[in-house]
């Protein structure tokens, strides 16, 4: 089942511009990941962020967590044309036999120079 | 460092043909192995993970199986493919726990 939502589904901006991205999800976590990937390629880990943190930033990346509303943010600062892909949200459950990550839809961002 | 192998890259099948799909994972050991499908412009959508050597939890009822006949290896197999059965099929690994997911670069299965 896909945990993960992201809104919105397409993103266009221009260089140097922002990028938000918006992910709910449904069920307790202990962590919520995100991920991007390019056209016709696999995922690539970019950040995770614990339930007991509020907001994580990585060079141009800022995440936050909002478990009370059970939601997730991804802001891109000063993007580029290069960081045009889709990027995914991913959220953790364990099952009988297992650990099983389920991503959202994903959001595609396109970033015209 | 870990590595992880997916191939073919692509792939084109008739309808009713059989399928294997092999992917392996190098570097590590005991890894959580998964498969996911991709249909386009459309998220992820978890088909089996497994645990470990024979271990297989499926995901969804369909026309594919998995089987992970070594540690380190991890097929998608189907007898009779189906047109739904086109997408792009991702395998991933996780260390045991571990949380990222390393993903192969998928291949994209065409059922004409």
Known sequence: SQQGEEDPQALSIQEGENATMNCSYKTSINNLQWYRQNSGRGLVHLILIRSNEREKHSGRLRVTLDTSKKSSSLLITASRAADTASYFCATGASRNSGYALNFGKGTSLLVTP | ?112
């Open chain 2, 1 to 112: 460092s870990q590595t992880i192998h997916q191939w073919p890259a692509t792939l084109v099948q008739p309808v009713g043909s059989p399928l294997s799909l092999e992917c392996t994972v190098e570097g590590t050991s005991n890894p959580n192995l998964y498969w996911y499908r991709q249909a386009a412009g459309r998220g992820l959508q978890l088909l089996f993970y497994s645990v470990g050597i024979g271990q297989i939890s499926s995901e969804v009822p369909q026309n594919l199986s998995a089987s992970r006949p070594q540690d380190r290896q991890f097929i998608l197999s189907s007898k009779k493919l189906l047109l739904s059965d086109s997408g792009f099929y991702l395998c991933a690994w996780r260390p045991t726990g571990g949380t990222e997911a390393f993903f192969g670069q998928g291949t994209r299965l065409t059922v004409v």
